[in-house]
T-cell receptor
Framework: DAKTTQPPSMDCAEGRAANLPCNHS???????VYWYRQIHSQGPQYIIH???NNETNEMASLIITEDRKSSTLILPHATLRDTAVYYC???????????FGAGTTVTVRA | GAGVSQSPSNKVTEKGKDVELRCDPI?????LYWYRQSLGQGLEFLIY????????KSGLPSDRFSAERTGGSVSTLTIQRTQQEDSAVYLC??????????????FGPGTRLTVT
């Protein structure tokens, strides 16, 4: 059972905002939305997570719909170094085993 | 500050040999995880250490795999009698599990293991 659905790929122009959608229509009340990314040949990198409120940190913003069935990760000013596979994950706070689906391959173009 | 470090970054070994992979977690992180990632595949959970609790070894694929965490810090993953199907990138992560809202895991760069 796939808990999240993401588009397989997307392109983004350097310097523009990248908006990455994620559907999680079966999310439970105690499950958080996490985003990680993996740049080629590197380990995964934590980006951000949230429960129901929108969140922002130095890397990105996370917008979660009021019904929590979908979310959007926003990279405000994409750079070439943001080219990576981005993974949207839903899990409860006590579930420590991470697993990734196929994710979205984001290519930032100059 | 310093992130999670792993060594070696690459390891080539012959089938049947034993290998040891090392992980140095972020200082102050009480939880440590091992995963592996095969080419083009997703993340496979191997083992989880949390403080002094008994580790969750449920992801270890066979009894050839074992892991230790000494002094609540450095961890070593040992693979005995390596097989070609053990070839993968072995990733270590750590987290400060005391935070509310769950566990953000911070990953090391991985060890690429190739069994010939």
């Amino acid at each position: 059972d796939a808990k999240t659905t993401q588009p397989p790929s997307m392109d983004c122009a350097e310097g523009r905002a990248a908006n990455l959608p994620c559907n999680h229509s079966t999310i439970s009340g105690n499950e958080y939305v996490y985003w990680y990314r993996q740049i080629h040949s590197q380990g995964p990198q934590y980006i951000i997570h949230g429960l129901k409120n929108n969140e922002t940190n130095e890397m990105a913003s996370l917008i979660i719909t009021e019904d929590r069935k979908s979310s959007t990760l926003i990279l405000p000013h994409a750079t070439l170094r943001d080219t990576a596979v981005y993974y949207c994950i839903v899990k409860s706070s006590n579930d420590y085993k991470l697993s990734f689906g196929a994710g979205t391959t984001v290519t930032v173009r100059a | 500050g310093a992130g999670v470090s792993q060594s070696p970054s690459n390891k080539v070994t012959e089938k049947g040999k034993d290998v040891e992979l090392r992980c140095d977690p972020i200082s102050g992180h009480t939880a440590l995880y091992w995963y592996r990632q095969s080419l083009g595949q997703g993340l496979e959970f191997l083992i989880y250490f949390q403080g002094n609790s008994a580790p969750d070894k449920s992801g270890l694929p066979s009894d050839r795999f074992s892991a230790e965490r000494t002094g609540g810090s450095v961890s070593t993953l040992t693979i005995q009698r390596t097989q070609q199907e053990d070839s993968a990138v072995y990733l270590c992560a750590s987290s400060f599990s005391g935070l509310a809202g769950g566990y953000e895991q911070y990953f090391g760069p991985g060890t690429r293991l190739t069994v010939t």
